[in-house]
């Protein structure tokens, strides 16, 4: 094992990415944020729900916060931040990172700036809307100061990205499985999610690895109804009664965490 | 049951792995980073992973690599070959499309990346995603391969027939991708692992009781893979199984094929036990 993966195996990030109409505003405007189009308005009560779970079960998270949820909820995500969880971002409209061309750096900034004037701190991570992103991303993230980024899912551990174009950074890697939307957007029946979540979270910790899981407080592709909320907490408490139980981080401790390994 | 098989076996049994590294998402002309960075695990876990498991449980797989990832991780393919694993061609940049005029470049291209690469030539080919077309046979015996391990209609080994003839220095070890394929069900349904485990299991079941053939296909990427902890375990738990039967013979692909055109007659076109018909 390396460094790296010795101070992380065993560590675990619960992350949730704050999408609520902003996934809609890319499709409609403000007055047809209606039928079909009015999932994302669901989102304060996915927040509010796990805001409750993670106190109860004691979870340091990490929010990833698109701008415009920002300016949306503005009281919502700053009582994210008040109750000790991260705040970290994730574009400013659920941009295309990947088809923005030189338009990225501008966008990037915006996000950004809109960000930090909002916690009156730079936000320490970044994470792809949609997992899309350019080569230039990890350049860009570097320039502005970022820690660490969470869009890729290509690894057990996290890692350095000075190879990959993020000098200075660490990659805090995404499991496909533990992503609620994978398995929620195809219909699978909440047992069955929760089943996928304990082999997964079983076959991590066989081989001492680190794990990250990924929240939407969404009702359509997310964990933000009732029901699926008891799954979450019953695989939260999981993780805590297995014989090798992991430990609770934000994504930006643990980039700390794998800096100084 | 008379055997078909060499050693008297009851049932032959190839493990094959599909490398799929960036191939599969620059084919389709995506980054491979952020949500489409799964092939970057291939070679950084899953290949080490399931070098690890084969050498515990004794077997030599065959490993089906796109030229393209050849290029992109040229040390990790030789540390295939390197293990004693044998290394089949699967596309250039892995094209599940159809190629048209321009397939045959891409056939001769990968299989001098690969040529290149290992000192010896690749014998085996495996369509990518199923691109396949009337031309890709013609061009895979010019090249001197030997089989291919592409085609759904026979649970059996059989020969192609090309323009008209049965081939006979040609064979076709079928690939079943509808439940012997850990992608379909890990992207299109997200079984758990331990369901997957006992579907391939089942399979096997009735390839044992035909005195069949069972090649096994998995992907040693993250995504719709195999690669990781969780669903390693679940690849090894059938293997085990497997290997609690007797008369199981594990080969390479190449084994199972050279067998096949060393004895012809064992093969005829309908090669079911109960299927008099040809």
Request: net charge negative; hydrophobic share 35%; aromatic share 10%.
């Amino acid at each position: 094992m390396t460094k790296i993966e010795q101070a992380t195996g065993g560590l675990m990030a619960v992350t949730v990415n704050v999408h609520g109409a902003s996934v809609e505003l890319r499709a409609v405007n403000e007055e047809r944020l209606v039928g079909r189009y009015a999932y994302g308005n669901y989102m304060p009560n996915g927040v509010d729900r796990l805001l409750r779970l993670f106190q109860a079960l004691n979870v340091p998270a990490t929010f990833f916060v698109p701008g415009r949820e920002i300016e949306r909820h503005p009281g919502l995500i700053r009582e994210i931040r008040d109750a000790g969880h991260e705040i970290a971002a994730n574009g400013y409209a659920l941009e295309d990172h990947s088809a923005l061309g030189d338009a990225e750096f501008e966008a990037l900034k915006k996000a950004h700036g809109i960000m930090s004037d909002f916690l009156g701190e730079a936000p320490l991570g970044w994470r792809a809307p949609d997992g899309l992103m350019s080569m230039k991303t990890l350049g860009y993230l570097t320039q502005l100061g970022y820690l660490y980024d969470s869009s890729f899912q290509d690894d057990d551990f996290p890692y350095r990205l000075d190879d990959d174009g993020g000098v200075g950074m660490i990659e805090i890697p995404q499991n496909p499985t533990l992503i609620d939307q994978n398995l929620f957007s195809i219909k699978q029946p909440d047992a069955r999610v929760l089943k996928n979540w304990k082999e997964e979270f079983e076959g991590l910790r066989s081989v001492g690895a680190f794990v990250c899981q990924t929240l939407h407080p969404r009702q359509d592709y997310g964990v933000g109804r009732a029901p699926r909320m008891i799954k979450l907490e019953e695989f939260l408490r999981h993780t805590q009664y297995s014989p090798q139980p992991v430990v609770f981080k934000t994504c930006a401790d643990i980039a700390k965490t794998a800096l100084a390994a | 049951m008379t055997s078909r098989w060499p050693q008297d076996a009851r049932c032959v049994v190839n493990i094959t792995v599909d490398f799929d590294g960036l191939s599969n998402e620059t084919g389709k002309k995506l980054l491979p980073i952020g949500k489409y960075s799964h092939g970057r695990y291939s070679a950084k876990r899953g290949v080490p992973r399931f070098f690890e498991l084969f050498e515990r449980l004794g077997i030599k797989a065959t490993f089906y690599v796109p030229g393209y990832d050849a290029e992109c991780f040229p040390a990790a393919v030789r540390s295939i070959a390197d293990a004693g694993h044998e290394i089949g061609a699967h596309g250039y940049l892995h094209e599940a499309y159809d190629l048209g005029e321009e397939e045959p470049f891409y056939l001769r291209k990968t299989h001098k990346i690969l040529t290149d690469l290992l000192g010896a030539s690749p014998v085996g080919w495996r369509n990518p995603g199923g691109g396949k077309s009337d031309l890709t046979i013609k061009v895979l015996r010019e090249l001197g391969y030997i089989y291919d391990s592409s085609e759904k209609a026979a649970d059996f080994p059989y020969f192609p027939v090309v323009a008209g003839q049965r081939l006979r220095d040609f064979v076709n070890l079928p690939d079943n991708t509808s439940s012997l394929d850990d992608a379909p069900f890990y992207r299109d349904s997200m079984t758990p692992p331990s369901e997957v485990c006992e579907q391939w299991k089942a399979e096997f079941d009735t390839a044992y009781a035909e005195g069949g053939y069972y090649d096994l296909i998995v992907h040693p990427r993250s995504g719709f893979g195999s690669g990781g902890p969780t669903r390693a375990k679940a690849l090894e738990n059938v293997i085990l199984y497997i290997q609690r039967h007797p008369g199981v013979l594990f080969q390479r692909q190449v084994e199972t094929a050279r067998w096949c055109l060393q004895n012809p007659d064992l093969w005829p076109e309908r090669t079911h036990p109960w299927s008099g018909r040809q």
